[in-house]
């Protein structure tokens, strides 16, 4: 196995191994599982990516999460983000798929707005539109480590409140419907997950985060605002372009992503399975409810 350096401190693309190695072989899953512990992000290119094989990569590092409700592919392991509808027609940029897609276009970590979040995300790139489109990552990990010493102890037992509606409400009022708003309810999450392999600390936040216990709201949203500013910094940016066959990895405890536009006109379709986090992976720390 070769890694090769993808990001500003971050991110690694694997060589020699497969998504489907590491799902039918202990010894390339250890090998791999260790380089995501360590770079957070891993890339692998030209890979058949067919939705079985992805799921049995994914499900080699955890349980695997079910897609939420008013999603497609509700209910079973596979999020499937497209502008294409049953019939194979683009869809209009109007419509609820592709607003669906601009929200994405938010720096969020995946699954922080569930009572259980993700560890990590499977993304793999099905049909593409050309040359746009690329998604966009950053690291927590690091950003953590740039804070100041006095943020950084203000902030170990800090706790946020993440709702699924506060980020879909910045893009459209009804972008969120009933059925979600009643099915993921604001959940509240320590604003660092300690990884509990290296014990290096991350910033736990998302575009779905909009209060911190004990502020009031405004000044908690202008910290949330300031934290977010600092760890999306275009230095700090490693961005994606995609090409036919790429899987992505990232580490949903350390990373920040989000999506870039694309001419909606053109087709674009991925498939994303989600690895639910586990008390093994540092679920235990992030809890509010536990004090380390």
Known sequence: MELVPLGPGFGVEVRGLGILDVATDGEAYRAVRAAFEEHSLLLFRDQAAVDDVQVAYSRAFGPLELTKVASLGAGSFYSR??????????????????LVAQANALWHTDSSFKKTPALASVLSARVLPGADGDTEFTSTRLAWERLPGGLQERLKNAVATHSYANSRDQIHPDLANAEERKALPPVRWRMNWRNPVNGRRALYIASHAYAIDGMDDRDARQLLAELMDETTKRDYVYVHKWRPGDVVM???????????????????????????????????????????
């Open 250 to 292: 990232w580490d949903n405890r350390a990373m920040l992503h989000r999506g870039r536009p694309w001419d909606y006109g053109k087709e674009r379709s991925m498939v994303r399975t989600t690895i639910s986090a586990t008390d093994a992976d540092g679920l235990a720390h992030v809890r509010p409810t536990t004090v380390h």
């Open 81 to 98: 983000l497209t502008n294409v509808d049953a019939g194979g027609r683009i869809l209009p940029p109007t419509d609820r798929q592709v």
